[in-house]
Structure formats: structure tokens, C-alpha cells
T-cell receptor
Framework: NAGVMQNPRHLVRRRGQEARLRCSPMKGHSHVYWYRQLPEEGLKFMVYLQKENIIDESGMPKERFSAEFPKEGPSILRIQQVVRGDSAAYFC????????????FGPGTRLTVT | AQKITQTQPGMFVQEKEAVTLDCTYDTSDPSYGLFWYKQPSSGEMIFLIYQGSYDQQNATEGRYSLNFQKARKSANLVISASQLGDSAMYFCAMTLYNTDKLIFGTGTRLQVFP
């Protein structure tokens, strides 16, 4: 049973470009969470999605960031017009239901903005 | 507001000794969960142990145990018989049962020396 998959593992973007981060949850999991880890800090919650629904986006920056989890395919975290401050590790976690103690993390995507 | 505090930025322990990593939390909600994660230098988040607020006994998982003191709002992680491979960042986290997002502390960097 494959774990949570994230790709790419490393992403380099120039300022002003768009970054797309993908997360495929574990088989049978319908809930996805995105977290951001700035250098030398803990993880910060960004958004919680179920299939085709955003449940909680209280941690998402108001501009340039968006997330989706379509009926088919992976969850996508999109960052438009990236800035250097967006450089971070972005982790996705999935769970089979609305129980956070069953969240399983992916390996993360390390975004570097040059 | 909910908050996790880890006051030890770094800890050293000799191989085969036990070590305690401190974690205190703040919430007024009676229902919550407490977690510990390990993040080695490779960057992935590895789930170690979980404690529910209503659990009567302290959680244990192999060499890991969680010293849950509800009145003090502390959830310290005890690692027994430390191994060199235990060197990593350790994050304490919390979730409330009416939400699903994990709230992380700032982490403790543990170094195990021979």
C-alpha cells in the first residue's frame, strides 16, 4: 500500500513564476491537508480539503495561493507569482476521515524561489 | 487560542541513555489529541506516538512513551535507550476534535552521541 505521494520533491522557480505542487493521498483516503514549513520552523497548517470541497482554508495566505482536490486526480497546491518568502517545504497529509490522528504525511516538496 | 510550546531548542544525549523532550500545550477544549513527530535530516515527517485527551493510560510505542500530565498540560516524549539514528528534529503537535488541523510546536533538535 503506497504512502502519500508528493511531486515534485524539489522545485525551483524564479520570482514571478507559478509553482504547482501535487499530492496523491494514500489509497482509500479522501481527506487532504497541506502544511508549510519555513526554514528552522515547525509546520503551519494551510488548508484542509475533501474531494471537490475546501473544508478549512484558515491558514492560506489571502493572495496568490489556492488549493484544489478534484474528484479524480491529485490535490494541487498552486502558488502564483512566487516570491522569495514562499521558499519552504510544503507537506501534504492524508487521512481516511475527519480524524486528524490518522494523518499520514508525504515526503514534502521543497520549493526554492530564486 | 491553541498553542504548543517546546522550550528546548536542542538536546544532547549519550547513546543508550533515556531522554525527555518537553512539550506543553494550551487549550480550553476538553477534547484534543497530542502527537509527536520525528523529522530526520532527510526531511520527512515520521509519526511516533499519539495521546487522546480522554485516554486513561500514557501512550507507548516501542522505545517511545508519552508522559501525559493533563493538569499541567504537558505531553513530554520519553525516548528510552537512545540510538544514533534518533538524532533528528522532534515536533510536538495538537489537534482539537472539532477541527482537523494539526498545530505544531517549534521543535527540539536531538543529537545522540556515542
Amino acid at each position: 500500500n503506497a504512502g502519500v505521494m508528493q511531486n515534485p520533491r524539489h522545485l525551483v522557480r524564479r520570482r514571478g513564476q507559478e509553482a504547482r505542487l501535487r499530492c496523491s493521498p494514500m489509497k482509500g483516503h479522501s481527506h487532504v491537508y497541506w502544511y508549510r514549513q519555513l526554514p528552522e520552523e515547525g509546520l503551519k497548517f494551510m488548508v484542509y480539503l475533501q474531494k471537490e470541497n475546501i473544508i478549512d482554508e484558515s491558514g492560506m495566505p489571502k493572495e496568490r495561493f489556492s488549493a484544489e482536490f478534484p474528484k479524480e486526480g491529485p490535490s494541487i497546491l498552486r502558488i502564483q507569482q512566487v516570491v522569495r518568502g514562499d521558499s519552504a517545504a510544503y507537506f501534504c497529509a492524508s487521512s481516511p476521515g475527519d480524524r486528524a490522528h490518522e494523518q499520514y504525511f508525504g515526503p514534502g516538496t521543497r520549493l526554492t524561489v530564486t | 487560542a491553541q498553542k504548543i510550546t517546546q522550550t528546548q531548542p536542542g538536546m544532547f544525549v549519550q547513546e543508550k541513555e533515556a531522554v525527555t523532550l518537553d512539550c506543553t500545550y494550551d487549550t480550553s477544549d476538553p477534547s484534543y489529541g497530542l502527537f509527536w513527530y520525528k523529522q530526520p535530516s532527510s526531511g520527512e515527517m515520521i509519526f511516533l506516538i499519539y495521546q487522546g485527551s480522554y485516554d486513561q493510560q500514557n501512550a507507548t510505542e516501542g522505545r517511545y512513551s508519552l508522559n501525559f500530565q493533563k493538569a499541567r498540560k504537558s505531553a513530554n516524549l520519553v525516548i528510552s535507550a537512545s540510538q544514533l539514528g534518533d538524532s533528528a528534529m522532534y515536533f510536538c503537535a495538537m489537534t482539537l476534535y472539532n477541527t482537523d488541523k494539526l498545530i505544531f510546536g517549534t521543535g527540539t533538535r536531538l543529537q545522540v552521541f556515542p
